[in-house]
């Protein structure tokens, strides 16, 4: 019915920046919220980011002020600027929507995002 794939995941230093992107496809009337989380290794899964259909975001408090995250709705993409990178940052970031027609959330497969210090 519903695809996320993410993309722009990569190995990056510290302090360095990646975009990373996220685009819903199938039979999509509308997206409510879409969001982004994050998996480290031997730890649970977080939420990174958020961002309503009207653009209001959240974000966590590990992240403010360094990621930005943004959506183009004609497109049904999500995005998550990251920059000021550092190595507690390293995890699996997985991309989320919420489909109302459906009454689902979808989840993408995630892109691993490696900072290194």
């Known amino acids: 019915q519903v695809q996320l794939v993410e993309s722009g995941g990569g190995l990056v230093q510290a302090g360095g920046s990646l975009r990373l992107s996220c685009a819903a496809s199938?039979?999509?009337?509308?997206?409510?919220?879409m969001g982004w989380y994050r998996q480290a290794p031997g730890k649970q899964r977080e939420l990174v980011a958020t961002?309503?259909?009207?653009?209001?975001?959240n974000y966590a408090d590990s992240v403010k002020g360094r990621f930005t995250i943004s959506r183009d709705n004609a497109k049904n993409t999500v995005y998550l600027q990251l920059s000021s990178l550092k190595p507690e940052d390293t995890a699996v970031y997985y991309c989320?929507?919420?489909?109302?027609?459906?009454?689902?959330?979808?989840w993408g497969k995630g892109t691993l995002v490696t900072v290194s210090s």
């Open positions: 961002i309503t259909s009207g653009g209001s975001t």
């Open positions: 199938g039979r999509i009337v509308s997206i409510n919220a």
């Open positions: 989320n929507a919420e489909i109302p027609f459906y009454h689902m959330n979808y």
